[in-house]
Antibody, heavy 118, light 107 residues
Framework: QVQLVESGGGVVQPGGSLRLSCVAS????????MHWVRQAPGKGLEWVAF????????YYVDSVKGRFTISRDNSKNMVFLQMNSLRPEDTAVYYC???????????WGQGTMVIVSS | DIQMTQSPSSLSASVGDRVTITCRAS??????LHWYQQKPGKAPKVLIY???SLQSGVPSRFSGSGSGTDFTLTISSLQPEDSATYYC?????????FGQGTRLEIK
C-alpha cells in the first residue's frame, strides 16, 4: 500500500545535527515532489522544505535556510532532511509528505519527533 | 509570504449540524487552496484539494468552495468522528503556508 515511513528523530543538544530519512512505497516515488512539514508540540503545521521529483530544485522556509538540506535518492525511494545548527525552536514532529494535485500535501508519513534540548 | 487566516479558531457543534470554517488569504491564490483534518496524535490527512475537489475516500458531507482570497470548508451533517483540528493551506507559492487551525468539538 501507499506508505511513507520516517526515521532518524531523537534528542539532540542545541547546535547539534540530525539526519531524518523517509522511505516511500506503493507509488512511483521518482515522479513525486517531496516535502518536509513540521509541527511543534501543541502548535500548528509549518512547511519546512520541498524538493522536485528529480532533485533539481529545492526550497526552504526562511527559518531553516542555511541550516537544513533536503535531498533524495530515487534509486532507494528515499528523501532526507539534514538538520544542522539545531535550535530549541526546531523541536517538533517532522512529517515526510508527497506533493499532490495542485500542490496539496497528499500522502503523509507517521512523523518522527525531534527534540532539541540541553 | 502569503498569510492564511482561519475563522473561527475553535467551535463546538452538535451531531447533525452544518458547520462552516472559513479561510482567507492575504493575496489572491486562485484555487491553490487545500483543507486538512488532523486528529490528536495522528498525521493530518487531506480532505479537499484545489479548493473544491473531494479527496478520494473522504465522506461526501465534506465540501469546499471559494477562489481568490476567500474559501470555506463545510461539513453538511456533523458526525462524532469529525472532532478534530482543521487546517487550510496554500500552494500558490513558497513558502507554503497554513492557517492557524480550527479546533472542532462535538457537543
Amino acid at each position: 500500500q501507499v506508505q511513507l515511513v520516517e526515521s532518524g528523530g531523537g534528542v539532540v543538544q542545541p547546535g547539534g545535527s540530525l539526519r531524518l530519512s523517509c522511505v516511500a512505497s506503493g507509488f512511483i516515488f521518482s515522479d513525486s515532489g517531496m516535502h518536509w512539514v513540521r509541527q511543534a508540540p501543541g502548535k500548528g503545521l509549518e512547511w519546512v522544505a520541498f524538493i522536485w521529483y528529480d532533485g533539481s530544485n529545492r526550497y526552504y522556509v526562511d527559518s531553516v535556510k542555511g541550516r537544513f538540506t533536503i535531498s533524495r535518492d530515487n534509486s532507494k525511494n528515499m528523501v532526507f532532511l539534514q538538520m544542522n545548527s539545531l535550535r530549541p525552536e526546531d523541536t517538533a514532529v517532522y512529517y515526510c509528505v508527497t506533493d499532490g494535485a495542485k500542490g496539496a500535501f497528499d500522502i503523509w508519513g507517521q512523523g518522527t519527533m525531534v527534540i532539541v534540548s540541553s | 509570504d502569503i498569510q492564511m487566516t482561519q475563522s473561527p479558531s475553535s467551535l463546538s457543534a452538535s451531531v447533525g449540524d452544518r458547520v462552516t470554517i472559513t479561510c482567507r488569504a492575504s493575496q489572491s491564490i486562485s484555487d491553490y487552496l487545500h483543507w486538512y483534518q488532523q486528529k490528536p496524535g495522528k498525521a493530518p490527512k487531506v480532505l479537499i484539494y484545489a479548493a473544491s475537489s473531494l479527496q478520494s475516500g473522504v465522506p461526501s458531507r465534506f465540501s469546499g468552495s471559494g477562489s481568490g482570497t476567500d474559501f470555506t470548508l463545510t461539513i453538511s451533517s456533523l458526525q462524532p468522528e469529525d472532532s478534530a483540528t482543521y487546517y487550510c493551506q496554500q500552494s500558490y507559492n513558497t513558502p507554503r503556508t497554513f492557517g492557524q487551525g480550527t479546533r472542532l468539538e462535538i457537543k
